[in-house]
């Protein structure tokens, strides 16, 4: 049976609360005849780097095949399609599978297979959808810096 | 491909341009279905026509529809095939870089069953931007098929959505009144703009309804609700979108 990290996407968390997350990362598991072992989310700082979960990947006990992720907007929280960190996924060996979109992508032929219609889907989103629509949905904390933010520019303005 | 008519209603009924690629499809379809009820017979319009003889209702319909939606979807490729059956009017309608359902609903409307789809229209939910193919295994006729309204008439009927209280029901009988019956033939798929009123009468023929339906859409036309990744995938791009889409790679892996 293959083992699978479970990547949730921590941007879209009011939307799609982590428990239905789990669910379709699950749901996923099981289709591909897996399970998963380990859950694991980004921090707001990092959703455009895959920091956390980059370094998940660098523990080299991590004895997984692949990554699911809960979408693949997870790819798009850095202004553009990441192709290179899907990359890099790949080539380090693992496989990586979207639960929401239902799309896995085993090789990298597969993953110039799938290019387009990734790049299409980031394309239009950035495209179409209202800037603040594509930023993640801040938690309370994320709005006291926003405020903050806001009052020191009002008081610089001042 | 009757472009004035298409602007016009927002809708266009039109013959296959490859019959056999159609009836391959059917015929494979046939072969799926004929195995789950135990038919030895070889004809498939008999079979689909008088499948209501098996007298498969609710879960048991349901679950044997739901098998063969992923036959069709995933071993068939139906998507495919459709298109390649109605290429020069598809390309003609949606553009040369094109993106297809992932997903071919497969609906079997038996007589006298009343779980038919209400009165709605596809888009919104769905991009305006789509076009819907709606692809009959048999003929069709009278109450056997289904009812569009035009564009003039879609308009007129979500007018009266607008009444909050009778709003529905004054909507509902204005499409079964005003909408527009078909008649097909196998071979014949209707194609639409999905922001089309539409609806399913109750099957009163003595005869089973088999159809198909799927959606179109351009490479970078905007999404509604559903989003491209997960309802929809590449099904041919034109030259110059691989090459440029070779060059974004490029760049996309600095």
Known sequence: MKSYYSCLDAGFVKYAPQSLQHLANGEKAKKLSGKIIFYTAEDFKTLPSHGVIKAKMDEKQANIDGIIFFTLRQFFYGGRFDYKFLKYVLDEGYEVHFAREDISVENQQRLDELFPIFYATQFVIKRDEAESSWDHITGPYERIDQEQIISKELHNVA | ?254
């Open chain 2, 1 to 254: 491909m009757d472009r004035e008519f298409f602007l016009k209603n927002g809708y266009i009924i039109a013959p296959a341009e490859r019959i056999d690629v159609l009836e391959q499809l059917r015929d494979q379809i046939f072969e799926k279905a004929k195995k789950m009820v135990d038919y030895n017979g070889e004809d498939a319009t008999q079979f689909f026509n008088q499948f209501h003889h098996y007298e498969l209702t609710g879960t048991q319909l349901n679950d044997r529809r739901f098998e063969l939606y992923n036959d069709i979807s995933k071993n068939l490729n139906a998507g495919e095939l459709i298109y390649q059956a109605y290429e020069d009017l598809l390309t003609n309608l949606v553009g040369p870089d094109i993106l297809v359902q992932k997903g071919t609903n497969l609906v079997i409307q038996q007589p006298g069953d009343s779980n038919t789809s209400p009165v709605h229209r596809d888009s919104p939910l769905n991009s305006p931007f789509e076009v819907v193919g709606w692809v009959p295994l048999v003929d069709i006729y009278a109450t056997k098929g289904m009812y569009v309204l035009n564009l003039a008439k879609t308009d007129k009927a979500l007018e009266l959505l607008s009444d909050l209280d009778s709003g529905y029901e004054q909507f509902q009988k204005y499409t079964e009144k005003e909408g527009t019956r078909l008649e097909m033939k196998f071979g014949e798929a209707l194609f639409f703009w999905p922001g089309l009123v539409h609806g399913i009468p109750l099957n009163q023929e003595e005869e089973t309804r088999w159809s198909l339906n799927i959606r179109y859409k351009g490479l970078f036309s905007p999404v509604g609700s559903k989003g491209l990744g997960e309802f929809f995938q590449i099904l041919r791009l034109s030259p110059l979108a691989q090459v440029a889409l070779e060059h974004e790679k490029e760049e996309c892996s600095k």
